[in-house]
């Protein structure tokens, strides 16, 4: 056991101005998918680093009203589920696949997407949704989730995440 | 494994400065541990370190942002603004707990 002379207290590095910022390009749709950019988005937020989510393409629903709380898992052309692909696209398969997987995440408390991105905002992330995407699907600010904070172009995202680290997912 | 001294006594602590053994904490050492991260405890922080020495007690781990939240009352704005920027790890070391093993 060694004795230290001084108190021996953790660094948590509280006035070291830091400028990282990280964001995160959530572009898929699908349930599994939708996990990995909050994830680590809420564990950046956690250790003080700004996060920036954009959500584009089919990432969009994540944040659409109409379809946050619908997300899907299927296993069809997914070989990672390790079953037989042929039995993939039988009925009931993709309700099942998604049932399975939302009973999984419950079960480790990580919550449902619309209860994720509240806990994103509320620990200080910033949400925003693509202008093409947006425009594509005919989507405006009252179809998007109250937190996102605006609808962006690519040129305003590039200038937005000068010096970031990004994530595209 | 190394020991400090805070508040007059030999305190077991992990390399980083966490405690290891859930006994040797009391509230006075909280207030010093607090210190020592310039943070003032209020009624609003007892609230949050109460319930995460009782909730280890229960669960045998520390709670994580969201069981704070979900089981403890407290929403993750307030922890933010209680404990800034880290509010995980700051929780668990007043507490006298080690860091939260969960992801979200």
Not at chain 1, 66 to 89: E, I, Y
Not at chain 1, 101 to 118: C, H, Q, R, T, Y
Not at chain 2, 73 to 94: D, N, R, S, W
Request: negative net charge; contains cysteine.
């Amino acid at each position: 056991m060694t004795t230290t002379q001084d108190v021996l207290i953790p660094k948590f590095d509280d006035d070291v101005e830091t400028d990282r910022k990280l964001a995160i390009i959530c572009s898929k749709g699908n349930l599994d998918m939708a996990y990995p950019g909050l994830i680590l988005g809420n564990a950046a937020l956690g250790e003080g680093v700004e996060t920036h989510l954009f959500f584009t393409f089919w990432g969009l629903d994540m944040i659409t009203k109409s379809r946050m709380n619908d997300l899907k898992f299927t296993p069809v052309g997914n070989t990672a589920t390790h079953m037989p692909m042929g039995l993939t696209p039988l009925p009931g398969m993709t309700g099942m696949a998604t049932h399975q997987m939302k009973k999984s995440i419950a079960a480790l408390g990580v919550p449902e997407v619309p209860d994720f991105l509240e806990q994103i905002i509320g620990a200080g992330g910033h949400l925003w949704a693509c202008r093409l995407s947006a425009d594509m699907n005919h989507l405006t600010d009252a179809d998007l989730h109250d937190g996102v904070e605006g609808i962006i172009n690519a040129s305003e995202f590039i200038e937005l995440v000068n010096g970031a680290q990004l994530l595209f997912i | 494994m190394p020991v400090t001294t805070m508040n007059g006594r030999a305190i077991q602590v992990n390399d980083e400065g966490f405690l290891t053994e859930y006994d040797e904490w009391d509230e006075d050492l909280a207030k010093v541990l607090a210190q020592n991260i310039d943070i003032d405890l209020t009624d609003a922080h007892w609230k949050v370190i109460r319930f995460l020495r009782e909730d280890y007690r229960t669960q045998g781990e520390t709670a994580t942002t969201r069981r704070v939240q979900t089981v403890g009352g407290v929403p993750t704005k307030e922890q933010f603004t209680l404990f800034p920027k880290k509010p995980a790890k700051k929780m668990a070391y007043i507490a006298g707990l080690p860091k939260p093993h969960g992801c979200v």
